[in-house]
């Protein structure tokens, strides 16, 4: 049996955590074009700015965590921080480095490590991208999504509810940017949007900074800090 992973944090995670021994490699594919790529030019796309994604309340998560054990909690705290602090690691490499802070080793029991991962990954998918829709509501943006969590007065942007996702590729061919977040990818691209007829936007890549200051036609998505 032979492994073949599309991202190299997830051939480090196989290698560090998972203790592989299956041979196993990165590919890097392209991504499928989009069949309706070519239908409109940029001008004649509706929407300025689209984010699509599921919307999760992350004040809801974290009160869950307080029925797990009690020194879990903290773990998934300090994880949680790290991770959103803009750490140079992959998501499996900041829970890693927590569990050595507090002299944690979990041999062959991955179980709770693992869960732990699931959970912080999660968590920081749903507060980055809580951020970007707050964001995007002073711009002539479309935020896809159950966002009801978000007061929403007074916002330019537009919301509409979740559609499916075989209709994605037909509202990225009508947009002009298409915006996206990432828990903490090290070694890799957002390959939703690579393929895409429009201008990408990502947040919290480290390299985010540095690129779209090269750019005048995205709009600034200021960097900031994490509130509990």
Avoid at 7 to 33: E, S
Avoid at 37 to 59: C, L, M, S
Avoid at 181 to 205: C, K, Q, T
Wanted: aromatic letters at 8%; proline letters at 5%; hydrophobic letters at 40%.
């Amino acid at each position: 049996m032979y492994l073949i992973h599309g991202c190299g944090d997830f051939l480090d995670t196989y290698q560090r955590f998972l203790n592989g021994r299956a041979f196993a490699t990165v590919i890097r594919a392209g991504y499928p074009a989009n069949p309706h790529a070519e239908r409109k030019t940029w001008k004649q796309r509706r929407h300025e700015i689209i984010f699509a994604k599921t919307g999760v309340n992350p004040a809801a998560l974290r009160e869950g965590w307080q029925n797990l054990p009690t020194r879990v909690q903290p773990i998934l705290h300090e994880s949680v921080e790290l991770v959103l602090s803009g750490a140079d690691d992959t998501v499996a490499g900041c829970r890693a480095t927590v569990f050595a802070n507090r002299r944690i080793h979990w041999g062959e029991t991955r179980a709770l490590f693992l869960s732990i991962c699931s959970s912080v990954d999660l968590y920081v998918r749903t507060v980055r991208a809580e951020h970007m829709v707050r964001a995007l509501m002073r711009h002539n943006a479309l935020s896809v999504g159950d966002w009801s969590h978000i007061d929403q007065t007074g916002a330019r942007a537009r919301f509409t509810p979740a559609i499916p996702a075989s209709a994605l590729d037909e509202l990225h061919a009508d947009s002009r940017i298409v915006a996206n977040i990432l828990p903490s990818v090290r070694y890799g691209e957002r390959e939703r949007i690579m393929g895409r007829p429009a201008r990408r936007m990502r947040r919290n890549l480290r390299f985010d900074a540095a690129s779209r200051s090269h750019s005048r036609t995205l709009p600034r998505i200021p960097r900031h800090r994490h509130r509990r």
